[in-house]
């Protein structure tokens, strides 16, 4: 349980107000007034409190378009809790992809210092480093670029326009020296790029899951200001959906002279709609949107299945992945309910325990997916729990993928379990892949919100051939889709059973037509 302290709240502001001033511009050297979008992010980061008292929020990714006074934002932050915070031996990193950046930032800070004669009269002011006096504490700017990267323990790590950095060693070299701190912050700031593998879209595509509530990461606070890809982006309310600073540090004029490049040059409407709409321009879309399968949820009773024939899809983990089994069944009404049953080795929940991607605890605590002794998952308790599953269900078939499988597989075949091998590649997961795509797009596959498939959908990327055939993929290790490979080979095993029956397939006759 969560509470929110106004005191801390208000004293970020108090000393930002006061002690902090705008260094460019109209406004330079007078004072730094925050805007109520401002106050209500710092406010949520630094006020949401734990029962014991710690701040909540441990990370946190901002995601702004250029011109909303982001730099004055990350140097007022920096400052406070150098001056205010004053945790002992406080090392606070402002790092960015290259030197020029992080000096941009760090200019900023130095500024401020110079123009409060209160701030400057308590520390000194080096070339890339601000040191309070009498104090091992400091604020520091690194780059990407730095010929050492290690041997910290960083206290505060704001990142700067996280998109550009050429990898992921400073932010996670930074990151994961705060592990002795008993109160870290890190902070992510970015626009937009257009690299889906980079770090940056890693972090705001864990941004939208926490966001929709796929992931419950409540140490994790994501502000996300961009707009739609269909949105008119010559509409002024385009714009200010985006730009929470329209009409402050963002003027109509400039907006109205970027409109006129735009329209007369693509190269300048891409930079328009990355650079002030936030928007990613070159990626890929993922197979299924989480609107899509939440629509296809469809509530029912688990237990109102008992007896019922279905089929099944068996997907073994290796050592890092999740071991699923999805059992489907066929309705008379046409919808086809899908339950599933997961399992994962202790060594990975803990190895998932602070990590950017999703923590596997509340899925355990939900009883979604069930965790077994040691480092890998054990396969004895995953037999067991199959040959209970086909007592209760009747089950006419399973499709397994073959890749370490031939134990369990012989197993289970022993004790009478009907299985049957379902290769991985374009050839044998295209049309059942399609048939669930069909499903879900139709809302006839019902899954009872299971969020851990729910996570999994999200994460499947969809790979085509030459020929159009599609198989699902993940972009990175962390995102797994395990569950949802299950589920189209338990599919795939239903198709396979129609064809077998030489009657019109189940798919055919509810009217989805494959292609």
Excluded at 444 to 455: E, Q, S, T, Y
């Amino acid at each position: 349980m969560s509470y929110f302290d106004e005191k801390v709240a208000n004293r970020f502001i108090s000393f930002v107000e006061k002690a902090c001033t705008h260094v460019k511009g109209p406004l330079a050297n007078k004072p730094f007034l925050l805007e109520e979008w401002q106050k209500d992010y710092f406010g949520k980061l630094l006020g949401t409190m734990r029962e014991d008292g710690c701040r909540q929020y441990v990370e946190s990714f901002l995601f702004l378009p250029r011109k909303n006074g982001k730099s004055n934002m990350i140097a007022a932050l920096g400052l406070y809790m150098l001056f205010i915070e004053k945790e002992p031996g406080a090392e606070i990193y402002v790092a960015a992809a290259d030197r020029q950046q992080a000096n941009a930032v760090f200019s900023v800070m130095k500024s401020m210092i110079l123009n409060q004669p209160l701030l400057l009269n308590k520390c000194a002011i080096y070339r890339d480093s601000i040191v309070l006096n009498n104090t091992n504490s400091f604020i520091k700017a690194i780059s990407a670029d730095a010929e050492t990267k290690h041997g910290f323990n960083a206290s505060v790590v704001i990142v700067d326009e996280l998109h550009a950095l050429p990898n992921n060693e400073l932010y996670s070299t930074l990151t994961s020296s705060t592990g002795a701190r008993e109160q870290p912050i890190i902070v992510g700031i970015s626009t937009a790029g257009n690299d889906r593998g980079h770090l940056c879209r890693d972090q705001y595509e864990y941004s939208k899951k926490v966001q929709k509530g796929i992931v419950d990461d409540p140490s994790f606070l994501p502000v996300i200001y961009e707009s739609e890809q269909d949105d008119d982006i010559f509409d002024i309310e385009t714009v200010k959906k985006a730009n929470p600073n329209y009409g402050i540090s963002i003027f109509p004029e400039y907006i109205a002279r970027e409109w006129t490049k735009a329209k007369a040059s693509p190269s300048a409407e891409i930079k328009f709609r990355t650079l002030h709409l936030n928007q990613w321009l070159t990626t890929s879309e993922g197979w299924i949107t989480d609107t899509d399968w939440m629509k296809s949820s469809g509530k029912f009773d688990p237990k109102e299945l008992i007896g019922m024939e279905c089929y099944g899809g068996l997907d073994l983990a290796a050592t890092s992945d999740i071991t699923a089994f999805v059992l489907c069944f066929p309705m008379e009404d046409g919808t086809l309910r899908v339950i599933s049953k997961m399992w994962v080795s202790e060594d990975m929940v803990e190895q998932r325990r602070g990590r950017t991607g999703a923590s596997y605890d509340a899925f355990v605590l939900g009883g979604h997916l069930e965790v077994t002794e040691g480092n890998v998952t054990d396969y004895k308790k995953v037999e067991a729990d199959i040959l209970e599953m086909c007592e209760g269900y009747k089950v006419k078939g399973i499709a397994y993928d073959r890749w370490n499988s031939t134990a369990l597989v012989t197993s289970l075949v022993d004790k009478g379990v009907p299985l049957s091998a379902m290769g991985q590649g374009f050839a044998s997961q295209s049309q059942p892949t399609k048939a669930v795509e069909m499903l879900i797009k139709s809302g006839n596959l019902h899954h009872n919100g299971n969020p851990v498939l729910r996570w999994m959908a999200t994460n499947a990327q969809a790979k085509y051939d030459d020929a159009f055939n599609i198989k699902l993929v993940k972009n990175k290790s962390s995102d797994k889709i395990d569950g949802i490979i299950a589920l189209i080979m338990s599919v795939g095993e239903k198709m396979s059973n129609d064809r077998e029956g030489e009657g019109e397939s189940y798919y055919e006759e509810h009217g989805l037509r494959m292609i």
